[in-house]
């Protein structure tokens, strides 16, 4: 049974970090590339970052030199170290498998306000 937990959002202010977490469970974890969305309320779900299995990363524009994606194989985990967050990084995160799943996790809020 696939299951995808996100954790680690919280209400921070401009400015401050936050780092995301994704326990994969269910998939081969070693075997795909893991994406970080984000859905910001009224708003289509994006990807934000994406780390491959050859570990190479890609991250949106809106969001790069702020944000770091990494993984950690032997706990099925995928990372989103969130930096200097702007008040337009609000929204719910989510991780998926590279190619993405109908499955999708609950998510985790993102509050970034003053």
């Known amino acids: 049974q696939v299951q995808l937990v996100e954790s680690g959002g919280g209400l921070v202010q401009p400015g401050e970090s936050l780092q995301l977490s994704c326990a994969a469970s269910g998939i081969s974890f070693n075997t795909y590339g893991m994406d970080w969305y984000r859905q910001p309320p009224g708003k289509q779900r994006e990807v934000v970052a994406r780390?491959?299995?050859?570990?190479?990363?890609y991250y949106a524009d809106s969001v790069k030199g702020r944000f770091t994606i990494s993984r950690d194989s032997a706990k099925n985990t995928v990372y989103l170290q969130m930096n200097s967050l702007k008040p337009e990084d609000t929204a719910v995160y989510y991780c998926?498998?590279?190619?993405?799943?109908?499955?999708w996790g609950q998510g985790t809020q993102v509050t970034v306000s003053s």
């Open positions: 998926n498998r590279i190619p993405s799943l109908t499955y």
């Open positions: 780390i491959f299995n050859s570990g190479s990363t």
